[in-house]
Every structure is written in structure tokens, then in C-alpha cells.
């Protein structure tokens, strides 16, 4: 007799999380993650500089021709990864460009200055020359310049959120949030005040926190279209303070916004699922960011046979 699926992915996930406490001395669960990802669905280019600071570089995924949409069409993402403005490095999430950049999408994925070296706002400013850098660069890579959006991770979602809504970043190096085509969320921060964990704290120079440091206090009628993901029970960023209240405030400024929730998932396993090796254990992450930037599981395998 077949258990379940739900009891199945439920299993798979304990297994995973079992196997990650294994090896976490030696190899976060990301770092885990990204050494079972495959290497031969994208082409990619690392180490370009953005700026001149030694941590200003970002790596590129490009599809493969087989698997890509026509030069001059192809959706381009900005991915901002997590770790409390702390910690992380791009070459980690080199599975969030594998699983985007094989269904026919360009990747950027940064890093940025992190605390206690720098604080607020220095990571944002990064992000906004690295979103430049995207931005001005679409046409080049093969992108349509009209389809580039921002997406991140917990922290990195907050960064993403922030150049999406609060247009003062993209501005100081001459850009707009009028120039994005959507932007996503994977349990991002976006209101957070007061806060209590140590390393957020330090980031944003606690208690002398500004007000309008929280994306949720920048939406506008003008704000670019979202993707909202979430884990339901997640322990870490408060998916109803956050995820579903950020929601909410776009719909009531007349925004377009979706809003997916999954019961299976965790704050880290969200990020986890887009990676192909374990993407079937807590459900269908990739399936609507594919869709929210035109990219359907569909069209690209259509895509891939041209």
C-alpha cells in the first residue's frame, strides 16, 4: 500500500533536516544543497565587479540556447540571498541560478557588504548597484530589458523589497522601481520593528532604527507587481506579520500581488525546495516564479525543443 504524498514529503523533509545536523559542523544545509546541484543545465560567468569594493561582484546564469527563449526576450532576475545582513555568499545559492537559469531565465546573483562591517543603510546601497548593473546590462546578456526583476530570500528579501517600493535606492545611482516588471519575496522581512534578534539589531544600528527603514511603510499605487511566498509555520520572519501584510497593503493601494503559503515548509527549507535535487519534498516552489516572470514550466519546455 502507497503512504500518502503528503506523508511522504513530510518524511523527506525530516530526512533532509536530520541530514543537515549531520553535516552542519562541516557544510551548512545551502552548502549541502548546492554540491548535489547540476552543473551542465547553464552557463555561467563569476567575479564581475559592480563597484570597487572587494565584496561588489556578482555571478551571472545564463540558459542554455536550447533552453532559452529568443535573444532579446528572456526574463532577467536579480536574486538577493538571506543571513540577517550578516552572512552569505553567492557562490552558496548557485542552485537558485541553476533552477531559474535551466527553465530558460537570466540570473544575477550578488553578494554585498555585511554587518558588523558595514550597517544599515550600506547593504541597501550595494544591492542598488548591483540592481544597476542588471538592469543596464539586460539587452547585453540577452534579456528583455522590460522583464528584469528582484527577488530574495528572508533578509535578501527585505533588500529586494526595498529597491522595489522605496525608490530612494535605485535613484542615488540613476534608476527607477518603474523599471522593474514585478519583484519577489521568499519570506522576506518587511516589518520588523522593534526587533530582537543580535544580529539585526547590529545591522540596523537598534534602537536608533529610522521609521522608514521598513519596506511596508514605502508601498504606493506606483509599485511594481509582487510574488509573495511564505512558510505558514514559519519560526523565524512572521509570515502574517509580513508576507500576508505586505499583501495586503498592495491590493488596498491597487497593486497586483500573489500570495502562495506552504504548510510543508520551513523558513530555510523555502529557499531549500527551489533546488532541484530536493525540489519535490514541500511543494511547488518554482512552478509560480516561473509564471510571475512569464516562464512557464509549459513554455519552457516548449522553449527547449525550438
Not at 131 to 144: E, I, V
Request: glycine share 8%.
Amino acid at each position: 500500500m502507497k503512504a500518502p504524498a503528503r506523508f511522504l514529503r513530510v518524511a523527506a523533509l525530516a530526512v533532509f533536516a536530520a541530514a543537515s545536523a549531520v553535516v552542519l559542523s562541516a557544510c551548512s544545509p545551502v552548502k549541502l544543497v548546492d554540491r548535489l546541484t547540476p552543473d551542465n543545465t547553464y552557463i555561467a560567468e563569476s567575479g564581475i565587479a559592480y563597484g570597487a569594493e572587494p565584496r561588489q561582484k556578482l555571478d551571472v546564469y545564463q540558459p542554455l540556447p536550447a533552453r532559452s527563449a529568443a535573444v532579446g526576450q528572456r526574463p532577467l532576475i536579480v536574486f538577493f540571498y538571506g543571513g540577517t545582513w550578516s552572512s552569505g555568499d553567492r557562490g552558496m545559492y548557485r542552485f537558485v541560478g541553476e533552477a531559474l537559469a535551466s527553465q530558460g531565465a537570466i540570473v544575477v546573483i550578488p553578494d554585498y557588504r555585511l554587518s558588523p562591517q558595514v550597517m544599515y543603510p550600506v547593504f541597501l546601497e550595494d544591492s542598488a548597484k548591483a540592481m544597476k548593473w542588471g538592469l543596464d546590462n539586460a539587452a547585453r546578456l540577452g534579456a528583455d530589458p522590460k522583464r528584469v526583476y528582484v527577488m530574495g530570500h528572508s533578509s535578501g528579501g527585505y533588500n529586494a523589497s526595498m529597491l522595489a517600493l522605496d525608490p530612494r535606492w535605485l535613484g542615488e545611482v540613476g534608476a527607477s522601481p518603474r523599471q522593474l516588471a514585478g519583484w519577489i519575496g521568499l519570506a522576506g522581512a518587511y516589518d520588523f520593528l522593534p526587533m530582537g534578534d543580535p544580529d539585526a539589531q547590529r545591522a540596523f544600528d537598534w534602537p536608533r532604527t529610522p521609521r522608514d527603514s521598513q519596506p511596508i511603510h514605502h508601498v504606493t499605487a506606483a509599485s511594481p507587481p509582487a510574488l509573495l511566498m511564505a512558510a505558514s509555520k514559519d519560526k523565524l520572519v512572521d509570515p502574517v506579520r509580513n508576507t500576508e501584510q505586505m499583501a495586503q497593503k498592495l491590493r488596498a493601494a491597487g497593486v497586483r500581488v500573489e500570495i502562495r503559503e506552504f504548510d510543508d515548509l520551513s523558513h530555510v527549507t523555502l529557499i531549500g525546495a527551489v533546488a532541484k535535487p530536493i525540489r519535490w519534498i514541500g511543494g511547488p516552489v518554482v512552478p509560480p516564479i516561473l509564471d510571475f516572470v512569464g516562464l512557464t514550466p509549459e513554455k519552457a519546455r516548449t522553449a527547449s525543443i525550438q
